[in-house]
Protein backbone atom coordinates (compact mmCIF):
# COMPACT_ATOMS: atom_id res chain seq x y z
CA UNK A 1 0.00 0.00 0.00
CA UNK A 2 1.49 3.27 -0.94
CA UNK A 3 1.94 6.10 1.61
CA UNK A 4 1.97 10.18 0.34
CA UNK A 5 3.72 12.68 2.79
CA UNK A 6 4.78 16.33 2.36
CA UNK A 7 5.62 19.22 4.51
CA UNK A 8 4.08 22.34 3.92
CA UNK A 9 5.94 25.19 3.13
CA UNK A 10 4.72 27.22 5.95
CA UNK A 11 5.51 27.15 9.48
CA UNK A 12 2.69 27.63 12.53
CA UNK A 13 4.82 29.26 15.48
CA UNK A 14 8.08 27.67 14.52
CA UNK A 15 6.53 24.43 13.67
CA UNK A 16 6.67 22.50 10.54
CA UNK A 17 3.32 21.25 9.84
CA UNK A 18 2.98 17.61 7.79
CA UNK A 19 0.40 15.86 5.72
CA UNK A 20 0.24 12.08 4.59
CA UNK A 21 -2.07 9.04 3.29
CA UNK A 22 -2.27 6.11 3.78
CA UNK A 23 -4.90 3.80 2.29
CA UNK A 24 -8.22 5.34 4.01
CA UNK A 25 -6.07 7.20 6.13
CA UNK A 26 -5.36 11.02 6.19
CA UNK A 27 -2.81 12.18 8.71
CA UNK A 28 -2.40 15.86 10.34
CA UNK A 29 0.87 16.16 12.36
CA UNK A 30 2.24 19.25 13.81
CA UNK A 31 4.27 19.86 16.95
CA UNK A 32 5.12 16.55 16.74
CA UNK A 33 1.36 15.17 17.29
CA UNK A 34 0.02 13.23 14.85
CA UNK A 35 -4.14 13.14 14.22
CA UNK A 36 -5.17 10.39 11.96
CA UNK A 37 -8.67 10.68 10.05
CA UNK A 38 -10.66 8.32 8.00
CA UNK A 39 -10.80 10.09 4.63
CA UNK A 40 -14.01 10.47 3.64
CA UNK A 41 -15.63 13.61 1.70
CA UNK A 42 -16.62 15.69 4.17
CA UNK A 43 -13.75 15.29 6.03
CA UNK A 44 -11.65 16.01 2.83
CA UNK A 45 -13.84 19.79 3.00
CA UNK A 46 -13.09 20.37 6.11
CA UNK A 47 -8.98 19.29 5.99
CA UNK A 48 -8.50 21.97 2.80
CA UNK A 49 -10.81 24.82 5.07
CA UNK A 50 -7.92 23.98 7.96
CA UNK A 51 -5.08 23.99 5.20
CA UNK A 52 -6.62 27.72 3.58
CA UNK A 53 -6.78 28.95 7.22
CA UNK A 54 -3.18 27.96 8.51
CA UNK A 55 -1.48 29.16 4.73
CA UNK A 56 -3.74 32.72 5.09
CA UNK A 57 -2.26 33.40 8.79
CA UNK A 58 1.06 32.85 8.41
CA UNK A 59 0.84 34.90 4.91
CA UNK A 60 -1.09 38.27 6.09
CA UNK A 61 -0.35 37.61 10.28
CA UNK A 62 3.29 37.37 10.33
CA UNK A 63 4.81 35.99 13.75
CA UNK A 64 6.46 38.88 15.75
CA UNK A 65 10.30 38.91 16.17
CA UNK A 66 11.56 38.12 19.62
CA UNK A 67 13.31 40.62 21.79
CA UNK A 68 16.43 38.79 20.92
CA UNK A 69 18.86 40.38 18.33
CA UNK A 70 19.80 37.91 15.90
CA UNK A 71 22.60 38.79 14.02
CA UNK A 72 24.20 36.75 10.92
CA UNK A 73 26.93 35.08 11.17
CA UNK A 74 28.38 37.27 8.12
CA UNK A 75 27.35 40.53 9.29
CA UNK A 76 30.80 41.34 10.53
CA UNK A 77 29.06 43.01 13.51
CA UNK A 78 31.47 42.13 16.90
CA UNK A 79 29.80 43.78 20.06
CA UNK A 80 32.04 42.50 22.34
CA UNK A 81 34.74 45.03 21.01
CA UNK A 82 32.50 47.75 20.32
CA UNK A 83 28.83 47.95 21.55
CA UNK A 84 28.71 50.61 19.82
CA UNK A 85 29.85 50.32 16.59
CA UNK A 86 26.95 50.39 14.56
CA UNK A 87 24.57 52.38 16.67
CA UNK A 88 25.76 55.63 17.55
CA UNK A 89 22.32 57.02 19.07
CA UNK A 90 22.76 53.60 21.03
CA UNK A 91 25.60 55.86 22.43
CA UNK A 92 24.01 58.60 22.77
CA UNK A 93 21.01 57.82 24.83
CA UNK A 94 23.06 55.66 26.91
CA UNK A 95 24.78 59.04 27.62
CA UNK A 96 21.35 61.30 28.31
CA UNK A 97 21.04 60.55 32.04
CA UNK A 98 24.53 62.20 32.63
CA UNK A 99 23.47 65.37 29.78
CA UNK A 100 20.39 65.44 32.09
CA UNK A 101 22.36 65.12 35.84
CA UNK A 102 24.62 67.69 34.42
CA UNK A 103 22.49 70.38 33.24
CA UNK A 104 20.32 70.22 36.48
CA UNK A 105 23.53 70.64 39.07
CA UNK A 106 25.46 73.41 37.13
CA UNK A 107 24.63 76.98 36.98
CA UNK A 108 26.64 78.17 33.80
CA UNK A 109 24.63 81.73 33.28
CA UNK A 110 27.48 83.38 33.81
CA UNK A 111 29.83 81.71 31.52
CA UNK A 112 26.97 81.91 29.08
CA UNK A 113 26.32 85.99 29.46
CA UNK A 114 30.53 86.76 29.66
CA UNK A 115 30.94 84.44 25.98
CA UNK A 116 27.32 86.47 24.97
CA UNK A 117 28.80 89.72 25.85
CA UNK A 118 31.95 89.77 23.74
CA UNK A 119 31.14 87.80 20.81
CA UNK A 120 28.08 90.32 20.02
CA UNK A 121 31.54 93.62 20.69
CA UNK A 122 33.46 91.24 18.17
CA UNK A 123 30.48 91.10 15.86
CA UNK A 124 29.86 94.56 16.21
CA UNK A 125 33.19 95.48 15.39
CA UNK A 126 33.64 93.49 12.24
CA UNK A 127 30.54 95.27 11.07
CA UNK A 128 31.64 99.00 11.87
CA UNK A 129 35.03 98.40 10.49
CA UNK A 130 34.00 96.97 7.39
CA UNK A 131 30.93 99.47 7.11
CA UNK A 132 28.13 96.45 6.75
CA UNK A 133 24.83 95.59 7.76
CA UNK A 134 24.98 92.12 7.88
CA UNK A 135 27.58 89.41 8.22
CA UNK A 136 26.78 87.69 5.04
CA UNK A 137 28.16 91.27 3.48
CA UNK A 138 31.80 90.56 4.52
CA UNK A 139 34.02 88.79 2.07
CA UNK A 140 35.36 85.31 3.09
CA UNK A 141 38.82 85.98 4.43
CA UNK A 142 37.17 88.70 6.68
CA UNK A 143 34.42 85.95 8.16
CA UNK A 144 37.48 83.64 8.33
CA UNK A 145 38.77 85.81 10.81
CA UNK A 146 36.13 87.02 12.70
CA UNK A 147 35.15 83.30 12.97
CA UNK A 148 38.37 82.14 13.90
CA UNK A 149 38.19 84.71 16.68
CA UNK A 150 34.64 84.18 17.92
CA UNK A 151 35.73 79.99 17.62
CA UNK A 152 38.71 80.84 20.14
CA UNK A 153 36.48 83.16 22.49
CA UNK A 154 33.96 80.15 23.06
CA UNK A 155 36.79 77.55 23.60
CA UNK A 156 38.74 79.91 26.18
CA UNK A 157 35.60 81.61 27.95
CA UNK A 158 33.00 78.28 27.41
CA UNK A 159 35.05 74.97 27.09
CA UNK A 160 37.65 75.35 29.19
CA UNK A 161 35.11 76.93 32.03
CA UNK A 162 33.02 73.93 31.98
CA UNK A 163 33.30 70.28 32.30
CA UNK A 164 33.58 68.79 28.77
CA UNK A 165 34.74 65.25 28.71
CA UNK A 166 38.20 64.62 26.86
CA UNK A 167 36.83 62.87 23.98
CA UNK A 168 34.21 65.37 23.62
CA UNK A 169 36.73 68.16 24.21
CA UNK A 170 39.11 66.83 21.58
CA UNK A 171 36.60 66.08 19.13
CA UNK A 172 35.10 69.77 19.07
CA UNK A 173 39.18 71.67 19.09
CA UNK A 174 40.83 69.09 17.40
CA UNK A 175 41.45 71.33 14.07
CA UNK A 176 44.07 68.82 12.40
CA UNK A 177 41.47 67.69 9.91
CA UNK A 178 39.30 70.52 10.26
CA UNK A 179 38.22 73.76 11.99
CA UNK A 180 34.81 72.25 13.55
CA UNK A 181 33.57 75.16 15.51
CA UNK A 182 35.14 77.91 12.26
CA UNK A 183 33.51 75.53 9.96
CA UNK A 184 29.89 75.38 11.70
CA UNK A 185 30.25 79.23 11.93
CA UNK A 186 30.88 79.86 8.36
CA UNK A 187 28.09 77.26 7.19
CA UNK A 188 25.66 79.46 8.95
CA UNK A 189 26.06 82.07 7.33
CA UNK A 190 26.18 80.59 3.81
CA UNK A 191 23.72 78.21 3.97
CA UNK A 192 21.25 79.25 7.16
CA UNK A 193 22.06 76.11 8.49
CA UNK A 194 22.45 76.69 12.82
CA UNK A 195 25.86 76.03 14.19
CA UNK A 196 24.35 74.09 16.68
CA UNK A 197 22.55 72.27 14.93
CA UNK A 198 25.61 71.06 12.37
CA UNK A 199 28.07 70.61 15.11
CA UNK A 200 25.55 68.50 17.12
CA UNK A 201 24.50 66.36 14.20
CA UNK A 202 28.59 65.51 13.39
CA UNK A 203 28.48 64.82 17.29
CA UNK A 204 25.86 62.16 17.46
CA UNK A 205 26.10 60.38 13.58
CA UNK A 206 29.90 59.83 14.62
CA UNK A 207 29.35 59.34 18.43
CA UNK A 208 32.21 62.39 19.14
CA UNK A 209 34.56 61.64 15.91
CA UNK A 210 34.82 57.41 17.38
CA UNK A 211 32.85 56.78 14.01
CA UNK A 212 34.12 58.43 10.68
CA UNK A 213 33.60 56.29 7.43
CA UNK A 214 35.06 57.55 4.17
CA UNK A 215 35.00 61.68 5.90
CA UNK A 216 30.77 61.27 6.14
CA UNK A 217 29.89 62.86 9.06
CA UNK A 218 26.48 63.13 8.79
CA UNK A 219 25.19 60.27 7.79
CA UNK A 220 24.32 60.90 4.43
CA UNK A 221 23.46 58.49 1.84
CA UNK A 222 25.11 57.30 -1.20
CA UNK A 223 22.06 57.77 -4.33
CA UNK A 224 24.82 56.61 -7.09
CA UNK A 225 25.10 53.59 -4.86
CA UNK A 226 28.44 53.08 -5.82
CA UNK A 227 30.33 52.71 -2.34
CA UNK A 228 31.07 49.80 -0.53
CA UNK A 229 28.10 49.48 1.58
CA UNK A 230 28.32 49.66 5.61
CA UNK A 231 26.14 48.85 8.78
CA UNK A 232 24.47 51.58 10.47
CA UNK A 233 21.15 51.66 12.87
CA UNK A 234 17.72 52.23 11.33
CA UNK A 235 14.06 52.67 13.01
CA UNK A 236 11.14 50.68 10.73
CA UNK A 237 7.86 50.49 11.02
CA UNK A 238 6.91 46.77 10.28
CA UNK A 239 5.73 48.57 7.14
CA UNK A 240 9.00 50.03 6.64
CA UNK A 241 10.55 47.10 7.89
CA UNK A 242 9.35 44.55 4.66
CA UNK A 243 10.22 47.31 2.10
CA UNK A 244 14.25 47.66 3.48
CA UNK A 245 13.85 44.09 4.16
CA UNK A 246 16.66 42.88 1.68
CA UNK A 247 19.35 45.80 3.92
CA UNK A 248 18.39 44.42 7.00
CA UNK A 249 21.04 41.68 8.71
CA UNK A 250 19.42 42.49 12.47
CA UNK A 251 16.58 43.58 13.88
CA UNK A 252 14.54 43.65 17.32
CA UNK A 253 11.44 44.77 18.90
CA UNK A 254 11.48 47.82 20.86
CA UNK A 255 8.77 50.26 21.81
CA UNK A 256 8.73 54.03 21.82
CA UNK A 257 5.63 56.27 23.10
CA UNK A 258 3.27 53.22 22.82
CA UNK A 259 4.67 52.79 19.04
CA UNK A 260 6.16 49.52 18.24
CA UNK A 261 9.38 49.79 16.21
CA UNK A 262 11.97 47.83 14.33
CA UNK A 263 15.57 48.72 15.73
CA UNK A 264 17.28 47.15 12.88
CA UNK A 265 21.14 47.16 11.94
CA UNK A 266 21.43 47.63 7.85
CA UNK A 267 23.63 47.32 5.00
CA UNK A 268 23.78 50.19 2.83
CA UNK A 269 25.36 52.68 0.84
CA UNK A 270 26.39 56.10 2.43
CA UNK A 271 28.30 58.57 0.60
CA UNK A 272 32.48 59.48 0.50
CA UNK A 273 33.94 62.64 0.57
CA UNK A 274 37.80 63.68 -0.13
CA UNK A 275 38.23 65.51 3.09
CA UNK A 276 36.03 66.42 6.49
CA UNK A 277 34.68 69.54 5.17
CA UNK A 278 33.76 68.85 1.93
CA UNK A 279 31.14 66.93 4.30
CA UNK A 280 30.32 69.77 6.31
CA UNK A 281 29.76 71.88 2.98
CA UNK A 282 27.54 68.43 1.44
CA UNK A 283 25.34 68.43 4.68
CA UNK A 284 24.58 72.44 4.18
CA UNK A 285 23.92 71.69 0.70
CA UNK A 286 21.97 68.87 1.44
CA UNK A 287 19.64 70.63 3.48
CA UNK A 288 19.28 73.77 1.08
CA UNK A 289 18.51 71.53 -2.10
CA UNK A 290 16.03 68.79 -0.80
CA UNK A 291 12.87 70.07 -0.87
CA UNK A 292 11.48 67.85 2.28
CA UNK A 293 13.64 69.64 4.66
CA UNK A 294 12.29 73.41 3.74
CA UNK A 295 10.03 73.46 6.41
CA UNK A 296 13.37 73.44 8.96
CA UNK A 297 14.77 77.11 7.20
CA UNK A 298 11.25 78.65 8.12
CA UNK A 299 12.63 78.62 12.44
CA UNK A 300 15.61 80.43 11.54
CA UNK A 301 18.25 79.49 13.49
CA UNK A 302 16.26 78.46 16.68
CA UNK A 303 17.61 75.34 17.77
CA UNK A 304 14.71 73.71 19.36
CA UNK A 305 12.37 74.21 16.54
CA UNK A 306 15.48 72.62 14.61
CA UNK A 307 15.74 69.84 16.43
CA UNK A 308 12.10 69.07 17.08
CA UNK A 309 11.18 69.35 12.95
CA UNK A 310 14.48 67.31 12.02
CA UNK A 311 13.40 63.60 13.48
CA UNK A 312 11.74 60.92 11.88
CA UNK A 313 8.49 61.85 10.20
CA UNK A 314 6.88 59.11 12.80
CA UNK A 315 6.67 61.90 15.43
CA UNK A 316 5.89 64.75 12.79
CA UNK A 317 9.66 65.45 12.08
CA UNK A 318 10.69 65.56 8.15
CA UNK A 319 12.30 62.64 8.16
CA UNK A 320 16.09 63.17 8.55
CA UNK A 321 17.31 59.71 10.52
CA UNK A 322 14.43 57.54 11.54
CA UNK A 323 15.52 57.21 15.09
CA UNK A 324 11.77 58.45 17.50
CA UNK A 325 14.72 60.56 19.97
CA UNK A 326 16.70 62.08 17.12
CA UNK A 327 15.75 65.50 17.91
CA UNK A 328 15.71 65.15 21.80
CA UNK A 329 19.47 63.76 21.44
CA UNK A 330 20.68 66.75 19.46
CA UNK A 331 19.25 69.06 22.35
CA UNK A 332 21.00 67.25 24.66
CA UNK A 333 24.28 67.72 23.14
CA UNK A 334 23.37 71.56 22.06
CA UNK A 335 22.33 72.28 25.72
CA UNK A 336 25.56 70.44 27.37
CA UNK A 337 27.96 72.07 25.25
CA UNK A 338 26.74 74.92 25.37
CA UNK A 339 26.48 75.12 21.32
CA UNK A 340 23.49 77.85 20.58
CA UNK A 341 25.92 80.32 22.13
CA UNK A 342 27.24 80.13 18.53
CA UNK A 343 24.24 80.54 16.50
CA UNK A 344 23.65 83.91 15.48
Request: proline share 2%; net charge positive.
Amino acid sequence: MKQYKFTLPVKVKGSSVQLGYSGRNFYFGYQGKVIVFVLNKRLMIIVSVLLGVIVLQSFFYPQPTSNTTHITENSYVNEMEDPYKDDVVGFALDHMDELDNFLKTVNTANTRERFTVQKQLLVSKYLIKNKASRLDQLDDQTLLELNKKISSLFVETVFQTIKVEKHVFKYFTDTVDLKKFETALMEQIKYNVPASIKLAQSALETAYGRKVVNNNYFGIKDKTRKTQKKITTEYYTWNEYQRNKSKVVAKKKIYKDGKLLYKCLIKDHFASYGTPWESFRAHSVFLNTNNRYSPLFVNGRNYKAWADKIGSTKYGGVGYATSPIYGQLLKKIIQRYHLDLLDY
